[in-house]
């Protein structure tokens, strides 16, 4: 009699992968790899990171639409001064780029140069970054002694971009007010007496449109304070002046 072999399961043998390719597909389903774990990290840092940014940027964006909001305090208007080659300059000349306002004075001793080199810091990190965007001032609080000709010569040793401005006593004042700057003088200084003058001390960031966005006081350094100039610019969707002044 013929004898029937058979396996040793009753069970009927299937095949798990009926190729190789199959077999490597099964091995790619599986776990995730080293490379899809890698992805999956840098992918939700970048979502993180893009979140931040928006938040940062919402938030901007609020502190300039503050500056304007009904009911608050101003800061900023016009103002009539001559610069420090003589010409009339007014906050018309401010407008196309982001401006940058200081008031000091030339005979401050120490702290106005310490602030007007930061500001030079800023101007060339801003120019790095964005272009010819912006002008830096500094407003006079002190016209008795500051005229174009002392001013001129004062600003070139800090950086060539820096515009002064001056003008009469009263103009001063009627600028200080408008920025919402306090400044002040010694009572009774007679005249060729040095005196030092006593005034706010802050950098005020200005739109192209002649809009105050932030002030930037001592605590920022020049980094900080150029990347918050940088963030604004990067923000700002009107038309923007970027030819050399």
């Known amino acids: 009699p013929r004898t ?11 095949s798990a992968f009926k190729t190789v390719e199959e077999a490597r597909s099964r091995g790619r389903l599986g776990p995730l790899t080293l490379k899809a774990g890698l992805l999956f990290i840098v992918t939700g840092a970048a979502i ?28 900023g208007g016009p103002f009539d001064l001559v610069d420090h080659n003589g010409n009339k300059f007014t906050e018309k000349d401010l407008k196309g780029k982001y ?8 005979h401050c ?42 001013l001129k010569p004062y600003l070139k040793e800090f950086h060539p971009d820096i515009i002064g401005l001056t003008g ?16 002040s003088t010694p009572p009774s200084v007679k005249p ?21 966005v932030e002030a930037i006081g001592r605590n920022f350094t020049a980094g900080q304070a150029a990347r918050v100039i940088c963030d604004h610019i990067k923000d700002w969707t ?3 002046d970027k030819s050399p002044r």
């Open 168 to 183: 009469d006593y009263e103009n001063i004042k009627s600028t200080c007010k408008e920025y919402r700057v306090y400044f």
């Open 109 to 150: 001793p120490d702290i106005c140069p310490d602030e007007l080199d930061k500001m030079s810091d800023m101007i060339d990190k801003v120019k790095a970054e964005c272009g010819d965007v912006l002008l830096a001032t500094m407003i006079s609080c002190d016209p008795a002694r500051d005229t174009p000709a002392v």
């Open 4 to 14: 029937t072999h058979q396996g040793f399961s009753n069970t009927p043998r299937t």
């Open 48 to 75: 993180v990171l893009f979140f931040r940014e928006e938040r940062a940027k919402i938030e901007r964006k609020r502190i300039a639409e503050q500056t304007k909001g009904i009911g608050r305090p101003k800061v």
């Open 192 to 212: 060729g007496q040095d005196y030092l003058v006593d005034h706010s001390i802050y950098f005020y960031l200005m739109d192209p449109e002649g809009d105050f």
């Open 238 to 240: 009107g038309p923007l």
């Open 99 to 106: 401006s940058l306002v200081y008031f000091g004075f030339t």
